[in-house]
């Protein structure tokens, strides 16, 4: 290892040895125990009909109304990456999302799979309506060397034709074969924090893994893939931690609340947080 490599080398474990003396899995929180064993195993679990469907494109009505007549909201702030539009604190502009956002079963589930500490980013809408959109994230790849429980609530039906997401079961425990790339999130998130969002055009491309790549990998250590399609009203969980990728929109529009757990100043204020996690799925 070249000399002026090594001090960051050291920095990167000993921030993620602090972290995972952090993490703390507690059964007793999920109010699911079945759906917490999915997230242990897998890494990703679904719920069919969290709310009942015409209840789902109700909200994703009220959703797309709020983004049409965002002008008359001068307080509003909103988010454009990756071929997604956000809207960041949804529940200021409306209340009914506290079906998603202030569910016992949601936050119970993300609290026992990461720690009773963790705390939940923005809570936004993510609207996926731009066809074919080419992105660095329709690549595999993991969010960060953090694990950064993620929850999707569908509000349009979701099928392989409307962006969903793809996730390799499995792929959400520690491996030899991803400590380099947690080392390049490091260096490029942690040392140059305050800069710009993305450093170099190489950073784009952080904890991404190239078609052979991830194939290799899914051969090798028994990966699977799971498609996250459902209808309106379908709750996805995941672990950012494992290798997922969004998938080009080739039809229709996909419109969905989410929200993302982490520990509290671990690595960098929960606010300059926002940021990185729009860049990715």
Sequence with gaps: MRRFELFPFL??????????RRRKVTPSLAPRQDLLQCLLQDGIAIMENFIDRAEALRLGREVQHLWQNRAN???????????RDLILDIDRWLP?????FESDLVNGLALAY?????????KSSVLTDHANEDANINFYHFDHWERWPRAFLYLTDVTELNAPMYYLKGSHHWGLWRQSKEQDFFRYYEIRLGKETHPSLESRYTGCFLPPESSTLSRQLGFSEVVCTGQAGTLVVFDTYGLHRASPLQQGYRLAFSTTWRLPEVSFPL?????????RC
């Design 11 to 20: 920095q990167y474990y000993q921030k993620r040895h602090q972290y995972h």
């Design 73 to 83: 909201h001068p307080g509003m702030e909103t988010l454009r990456k990756n071929g």
């Design 96 to 100: 009914e999302t506290k079906v998603f």
């Design 114 to 122: 990461l720690s009773p500490e963790a705390v939940p980013l923005r």
């Design 271 to 279: 606010e300059q947080t926002t940021e990185q996690e729009a860049t």
